[in-house]
Every structure is written in C-alpha cells, then in structure tokens.
C-alpha cells in the first residue's frame, strides 16, 4: 500500500530504522537520506533542480507566455550555493546506496557539468554519459541559440569497485539483437502522460517521460530492488518500479506534487512476475563442460564434428577431448589449431548432426541445461 511519511525525527538512529519502500516521504531529500539505513538501496535516480538561472519570461513569436520553470525550487543565490547543495545530496546518496549500488542522475547543460565533476569529487566512478535525444523538444523562441534538442545522464557507480547490475543480454535482444547505444531518442512528455490540473495546467514542468525511466530500470536493476528518487515530483519513477516489480522510495516537499503522484501511482497495475522474469544470460547460466555431454549420452564418443562449412573434421574421444590430424585437445583448442587461429569457440564453431542436420554443439548444451532448470525447479 502506498503511503507518505512527513519529517524524520533527526534523533532516530538510522542505522535500525525499518526501510521505508513505496513511500513518499515528505520534506527535505538531505534529511531523509540520512535517515534512511546505510547501504540500504539498490539504485538512485535523481533529477534535480537544474539552476536554469531565469531571468525573464520566455515568450512565442505570438507573443504567448511559455510555460517554463520558474519555480522557487529551482532557483539558488549563485553557482557557489547550488554546488554546496549538490555535494550535500550527492554525500547523502552515496552513504545510503548499497556497495553494488548505481546512481542516475539527468540534467541540462545548466547543470550537468557541475554535477559531474561533484561525482568525480566525492569518488563516484562513472560508467557512462548518456544524451537523450528528444525527437519533439521546444524551439529556441529566440533564434538567438541552436535548440536545446537533449539532456544528459550520468550512470555512476558508489565506487570503481561496485559490480553494478547491468542487463547486456536484455538491453541487445530489446535493440534487435544490437548493442544499446549511449544516445536514447524518447519524445517529451506530452499527451495523455502528461499531467494536469483542473484547468488543464501542468502539474510539473519537468516531468519526465516513463519510457526514458522503463529502460534506466529495465537496464540497470532486477526485480525486487529498491529505487530511491530523492527528486520524485510526480512520481514517473514509482510509477514505472511498480510496473517493473521494483520497489521505491521518493522523497517530495511539494504538496501538489505529491498528490499527483499518489494518485498516479494508485492506478498503476504491476506486470506479472512471468512478464517481468530477466533473461538469462550466458554467464548466469549453469556451467556446462563438453564432457558432460558425452556422460549423459547426448554425444556419442566417436562421432566425428564439422565446421558450418565442412572444412574440418574432428573426432570426439571418451575423455572429452577433439582429435583432428596431428592436433588433439579441447573442443576451443582443435577448433583454433584446425583454423591457425589464436582462438576458437568451440561451441559454435563445431556442429554435429542433430535430427539430420548439423547443429552447433551449443545446441546440446543449451538442452542439457534445460534440463538442469526442470530438475531445479
């Protein structure tokens, strides 16, 4: 059940405080972070303030107001104050993340920079930058600066030690079978997404799109773990854990806000756990040797191996080993040694005949460790 938790009491030890997951606890992010268990959640993302330093309304060439953000949280006194602030919650985020834990942070180039170099200070280890291209964004009204067409993420991990979850495998099949890049093209947020009062206002000027948010959770955490958003606003990242089976955390001080985002999240049904199970990736995967496959029948000491294009010939001894001509040893060494290669994978590169027709031996594998799965199960 979704709830809100107001002030932390600043005497509480948190070290044994009970971890609040989807709550939105009401006030300051700094206080709320250090009241939080130390190394207590799995990811971070954070949109903060950006200090777009506004100085006059922006206007259309018809003369209508833009709707632009010039609400008080996002002003401060000077650079030097907003840098204070920043070092303040990026401290308090590091101390509450888990030793594996990651953290998201998006801004504009108002802010990115400064942002990045605190990272860097307070031994974050960055992982990457990644724009998003926004394939609707505002024109520059102006015409006096090219269009501000993206933002910029930062993924970093708690330290350059941090094994940080990172779906490789899902990430590619998602992207036809080809490595995800670093530049993300989502529209803004607009339409039915986008939130409005009673007079058809938005209810945050910066909300971000779910799709942005769907692949920085689908990409960088597990069913299960715990997202805290110290910026939640409307509530974009609750709303996307809750489909993703991740819990959250957000952190909120304005009341509009984060009425909005009770409301939103309420109506936001999870996908079902089979829907949202991880692929399974090859390194994850149970460890299966070539000889196994001999022990349990599926190849036949014997049998002789081919390439794809039945160039090489090898023979499969008892003990698991290859013999081609002169050359014997594993199924990756004969598979180098037939080819003068410096390295094989022997896996795809050996094939045997399987219901009349030559399938790599990974196939087998691939069976035997099905199997493996039925009897774990």
Same mark, same amino acid.
């Given at each position: ?49 950006? $200090?777009?330093?506004? =100085? ?5 060439? &018809? ?27 990026? *401290? ?18 108002? $802010? ?15 992982? $990457?930058? #990644?724009?998003?291209?926004?394939? $609707? ?31 490789? =495998? ?5 992207? &036809? ?5 670093? &530049? ?6 607009? +339409?039915?997404?986008?939130?409005? &009062? ?34 939640? +606003? ?58 196994? *496959? ?13 390439? =794809? ?28 040694? #037939? ?39």
């Amino acid at each position: 059940m979704l709830r809100t938790a107001r002030q932390p009491d600043e005497t509480a030890v948190a070290e044994h405080a009970p971890l609040p997951i989807d709550t939105i606890l009401v006030g300051d992010c700094i206080k709320h972070m250090n009241s939080l268990p130390a190394g207590s959640v799995d990811l971070i993302f954070a949109d903060p303030p950006y $200090n777009l330093q506004l =100085e006059q309304s922006l206007t259309r060439p &018809d003369q209508s107001k833009v709707d632009a953000v010039d609400d008080d949280w996002d002003k401060f006194e000077s650079f030097g104050h907003y840098d204070v602030f920043t070092r303040a919650w990026l *401290l308090a985020a590091r101390r509450v993340l888990k030793p594996d834990g990651a953290l998201w942070v998006i801004g504009s180039y108002h $802010n990115i920079f400064r942002v990045g170099a605190t990272l860097q200070d307070l031994d974050y280890w960055l992982l $990457n930058d #990644v724009v998003w291209r926004k394939a $609707n964004p505002m024109p520059n009204f102006r015409g006096t600066r090219f269009t501000n067409a993206h933002e910029t993420l930062i993924w970093a991990a708690r330290s350059q030690k941090s094994r940080v979850t990172f779906n490789y =495998e899902a990430l590619k099949l998602a992207n &036809d079978d080809t490595q995800m890049r670093s &530049d993300w093209l989502f529209p803004i947020c607009t +339409g039915a997404e986008r939130l409005t &009062d009673s007079d058809g206002e938005k209810v945050h000027p910066t909300q971000k799109p779910e799709a942005l948010l769907y692949r920085v959770l689908s990409a960088t955490t597990k069913p299960g773990d715990v997202v805290l958003d110290p910026f939640f +606003g409307t509530g974009t990242t609750g709303a996307v854990a809750k489909k993703l089976g991740r819990h959250f955390i957000g952190i909120e001080r304005e009341d509009s806000y984060i009425a909005a985002a009770l409301k939103r999240i309420a109506s936001v049904r999870p996908y079902s756990a089979e829907a949202i199970a991880p692929t399974q990736t090859k390194r994850s995967a149970p460890r299966v040797a070539f000889g196994s *496959l001999i022990e349990m029948g599926m190849i036949q000491p014997g049998t002789f191996l081919h390439d =794809e294009r039945m160039r090489f010939t090898a023979m499969v001894r008892a003990d698991g080993s290859l013999v081609s001509g002169e050359h014997a040893g594993s199924i990756h060494k004969v598979g180098a040694l #037939v080819q003068k290669a410096e390295a094989c994978n022997g896996w795809t590169f050996w094939h045997a005949e399987l219901d009349g027709r030559l399938a790599p031996i990974d196939t087998f594998r691939a069976g035997v460790r099905a199997q493996m799965e039925r009897l774990s199960a």
